[in-house]
């Protein structure tokens, strides 16, 4: 069983910066890819920013040159770097973890969400 603890969100600016961090607990952190989803009001979950477990990463189309999303192995955390932000970035964040993240498969594991608010 893997446990995931997002930290790190709030309200921001536009255009300000955010970093989220995901600790993670149990399972086989190292063997896993990892993955930030956001959900707004009204709309589905999306995938943000996914990293696999040899250090690939790939991005939604709207968060592309804003996001950065990063992982160390000996903390068994992973981080999202949210620069440039936008009201419409506005959401809950949720971390997740599994072998396969794919805009289309979720991992299996979830962290509780945090919520980011860009507003003046």
């Known amino acids: 069983q893997v446990q995931l603890v997002e930290s790190g969100g709030g309200l921001v600016q536009p255009g300000g910066s955010l970093r989220l961090s995901c600790a993670a607990s149990?399972?086989?952190?190292?063997?896993?890819?990892m993955g930030w989803y956001r959900q707004a009001p009204g709309k589905q979950r999306e995938l943000v920013a996914v990293?696999?477990?040899?250090?690939?990463?790939n991005y939604a189309d709207s968060v592309k040159g804003r996001f950065t999303i990063s992982r160390d192995k000996a903390k068994k955390a992973v981080y999202l770097q949210m620069n440039s932000l936008k009201p419409e970035y506005t959401a809950v964040y949720y971390c997740?973890?599994?072998?396969?993240?794919?805009?289309?498969?979720?991992?299996?594991?979830w962290g509780q969400g945090t919520q980011v608010t860009v507003s003046s």
């Open positions: 149990g399972g086989a952190f190292n063997l896993f890819a």
């Open positions: 997740n973890a599994g072998l396969t993240i794919t805009a289309t498969m979720n991992g299996r594991y």
């Open positions: 990293i696999t477990n040899s250090g690939d990463t």
